[in-house]
């Protein structure tokens, strides 16, 4: 991952911002817009900026969108705003959007440089995605006031929007509708003031709204009188009445006067109180009412704590908008996904269990990704199959596998709708929970030949043994932590697999592994062990026991080891014969992933098998 700090050259762009680029993100992927919320300084416009540029090209990262970028691969970039005094940026309120500067203390460059700050953000990202090669509608994020830009960013400029992920703000995101029950609703309540809203584009944009169940922080609070108490965020507590009303400073007319008017103006603080009322949940409540009304694609969603305690539910705060950004991208990205397949005349594709263990029909967005797997392979005992800079990289791991690619294949279409991603699914794949209708097949002579022709379209690059690119090592000891993963997900034997074709990584592997502390043999009734290879659980024990714990059937039996339970294609357990599950002790070797030499054993103790036990229902 890089981060470039960009002086545009674009004259339309006064600020810097900074980009980020992680080292394998897609074409697919959207441009994240993180805005980081400034407090009141008397530094100056320059000192900000270069304050902002060596706090954030550093290693560091706001933890939530580390966890966004890490799961997604997408690009960000961090606009370089500037607060002033009277003149609020990360607000965007009205003063921003019309460029009043009645109070900032600042030059005619200056405020050059702090106009039209709306226009600078689309305009940098326009930029930033040309660039990239990736789709000019964004993802803005943002929390309490800098939702507030995202929030008003999205009606402003709703052409550059894919999605909004707003926080903390005080259940008022913007309506987007002039009115509302003969009520006149100004920006940033509504857009009764917003010359050329285009309704129809910002209905295209689905948004995230959140807020603590106890969050009472209220920028949009009227003035009232106070007392000397704080609450959870440090801000002095407003007086009630005895039957618990605020008690409201009003002007001579009669009118509510702001608490913070870089936020509100007095007219738009009267709006919101007669309009909303004054509490944060009801409001909240109010405006996901009118958004459901308007047919908007929006969540709204309340999680336990106040605007500070909220964030720890932060991991799952993330996974909801990990959630909701794949529901929206991939239902857009995929109008029709490929799958490859060995087999040909297939009409319908049907889930089966394979890398994540549960049943799905597997593709990809890419054609060329989807013809490597028409072919029988080991995957990434095989090759590496990245995507880097959105270029698709091919390279074969272990001399001569290629050209196991110099077969005919199959590369089927399929319409796109039910596709999408998974926890711990590589980019370049989607699946399907359900049967898939194939839309056409193309017959492919030689894969080896095709993918060859695709490398010279610029499609693919493909690494033939023993080059490599420099991110893989020239051990391959990249597919450690990988296959010991493979492992902790119920692949039993992958381990062993990865030892089996790469031996030289056995030390490597066996330093990362923990040593168990159980270690069990299955057999029938013995005296003694002398020496013995044994099993960390029990039923890989079971499996290598006598092959007479099985009954054959038909001369045939296969089965599947999943959450400690076999599940039996043909055969079953032999229940006709007595066998125990002896737990031992005594020097240990490894010897696999789950195997271990045992010598001068002991017996801890011993139990008959109770094979219902060990069988899936």
């Not at 509504?190 to 809203?197: S, T």
């Not at 026991?545 to 294609?569: C, H, M, P, Q």
Request: proline share 5%; with cysteine.
């Amino acid at each position: 991952m890089k981060k470039i700090v960009i002086n545009s050259d674009n004259e339309n762009i006064k600020l810097p911002y900074i980009l980020v680029i992680p080292d394998n993100y897609s074409k697919d992927a959207r441009l994240i817009v993180e805005l980081e919320g400034n407090p009141p300084t008397d530094k100056s416009i320059t000192e900000q900026i270069d304050k902002f540029i060596e706090q954030n090209t550093g290693n560091s990262m706001d933890y939530m969108l580390h966890l966004l970028v890490k799961e997604l691969n997408f690009p960000v970039i961090m606009p370089i705003i500037p607060r002033l005094k009277n003149f609020y940026t990360t607000y965007l309120g009205s003063k921003v959007i019309k460029n009043d500067f009645t109070g900032c203390d600042i030059s005619s460059e200056e405020q050059k440089m702090m106009s039209n700050i709306d226009l600078q953000v689309k305009y940098m990202i326009e930029e930033a995605a040309e660039e990239l090669g990736i789709s000019k509608r964004a993802i803005v994020k943002g929390y309490s006031a800098t939702a507030k830009f995202a929030t008003q960013f999205s009606i402003l400029h709703p052409e550059v929007v894919e999605i909004n992920l707003s926080g903390g703000i005080s259940g008022l995101s913007t309506l987007p509708i002039a009115s509302y029950d003969n009520t006149i609703l100004p920006y940033p309540i509504g857009v009764a003031d917003i010359p050329n809203f285009d309704f129809e584009e910002y209905k295209k944009i689905k948004h995230f709204f959140y807020i603590g169940n106890e969050d009472y922080n209220n920028p949009a609070l009227p003035k009232c009188e106070m007392t000397d108490e704080e609450d959870a965020s440090g801000n002095k507590e407003p007086k009630k009445d005895e039957n618990g009303n605020y008690i409201f400073i009003l002007d001579t007319d009669g009118l509510l006067l702001p608490t913070y008017d870089e936020c509100y103006s007095k007219e738009q603080i009267n709006v919101i109180h007669n309009f909303y009322g004054d509490d944060n949940q009801i409001r909240f409540k109010k405006n996901e009412s009118i958004y459901h009304e308007l047919n908007i694609d929006s969540i709204h969603k309340v999680y336990p704590g106040n605007h500070v305690t909220l964030f720890k539910n932060r991991e799952e705060i993330v996974n909801d908008m990990i959630n909701c950004i794949r529901e929206r991208c991939h239902a857009s990205i995929y109008e029709k996904v490929y799958h490859g397949s060995p087999t040909g005349d297939i009409k319908v594709l049907e889930p089966r269990v394979k890398t994540h263990l549960k049943k799905y029909v597997y593709a990809s967005a890419n054609p060329v990704i989807a013809l490597i797997f028409a072919t029988k392979h080991n995957g990434d005992l095989d090759f590496d199959l990245s995507i880097k800079g959105g270029k698709v990289i091919f390279t074969e791991r272990r001399e001569g596998v290629f050209d196991k690619y110099n077969t005919p294949g199959y590369l089927y279409t399929i319409k796109g709708d039910n596709f999408k991603h998974i926890e711990n699914l590589w980019e370049g794949e989607v699946v399907s929970e359900t049967e898939e209708v194939v839309e056409s097949c193309q017959y492919i002579e030689n894969i080896l030949d095709k993918l060859y022709e695709y490398a010279q379209n610029d499609l693919i690059i493909i690494n033939r043994y023993p080059n490599k690119p420099p991110f893989i090592p020239e051990d391959d000891s990249d597919l450690v932590d990988k296959y010991i993963g493979f492992e902790e997900m119920g692949h039993k034997g992958a381990v062993d697999s990865l030892i089996r074709y790469f031996p030289t990584l056995k030390e490597k592997v066996f330093a990362k592994l923990k040593m168990p502390t159980e270690f069990y043999v299955v057999s029938k009734e013995v005296a003694k062990f002398d020496m013995v290879t044994a099993y960390d659980n029990v039923p890989f024990a079971l499996a290598n026991a006598d092959e007479t714990i099985f009954v054959r059937e038909n001369g045939w039996l296969n089965y599947n080891i999943v959450d400690s339970k076999f599940i039996f294609g043909k055969g079953k357990f032999n229940e006709n014969e007595e066998f125990f599950i002896y737990s031992l002790n005594g020097t240990i070797e490894r010897l696999s992933m789950h195997s271990f030499k045992i010598t001068n054993v002991q017996i801890v103790s011993k139990e008959k098998v109770d094979f219902d036990k060990y069988v899936a229902k």
